[in-house]
């Protein structure tokens, strides 16, 4: 029950920050989203310090909980990602997109279909991103 309880409070804290973060991003605050993204992760326990230099596979064991992987945490490093390549454009961008795409890819199914619906979203903005770049890459190098 304990566990069950853990993933709803977090279900519910990620929905309200993935709105935030998207409403900011919408006004062009990109600082701002960074820090709600920074305030969460330290709520959930996701060392963001290491989202930025490992490798997805590498962040498995770092993105789960009680030894099962974790789609909450996988989101949040994901959006994580995502924030720094805006913020920090080229040359990091193409990088940091690029391991956004892979970590919102395996984040699996979610209980709440806003979320689900924001990360088909994400992916899809992150796929016309990485093929706009400045040199793009290729739809195969995407998949």
Do not use: C, N, W
């Not at 993935?18 to 330290?42: K, M, P, W, Y």
């Not at 963001?48 to 996988?74: F, I, M, N, Q, Y």
């Not at 490093?77 to 890819?105: C, I, Q, S, T, W």
């Amino acid at each position: 029950m304990d566990r069950r309880d853990y993933l709803l409070r977090l279900l519910e804290q990620m929905g309200r920050a993935v709105a935030r973060v998207r409403e900011l991003l919408t006004g062009q605050f990109v600082a701002e989203a960074a820090r709600e993204i920074e305030v969460v992760a330290q709520q959930a326990g996701v060392p963001l310090a290491l989202v930025r230099v490992l490798s997805a596979d590498s962040l498995t064991p770092v993105l789960s909980t009680a030894g099962e992987p974790d789609p909450l945490k996988r989101l949040l490093a994901a959006e994580y990602l995502y924030v720094e390549a805006l913020r920090h454009g080229p040359p990091d961008a193409a990088d940091l997109f690029a391991r956004a795409l892979e970590l919102y890819r395996g984040v699996g199914p979610l209980a709440d279909a806003a979320l689900t619906a924001a990360v088909t979203e994400r992916i899809t903005d992150l796929e016309r991103r990485l093929v706009t770049l400045d040199p793009p890459l290729s739809r195969r190098d995407l998949l």
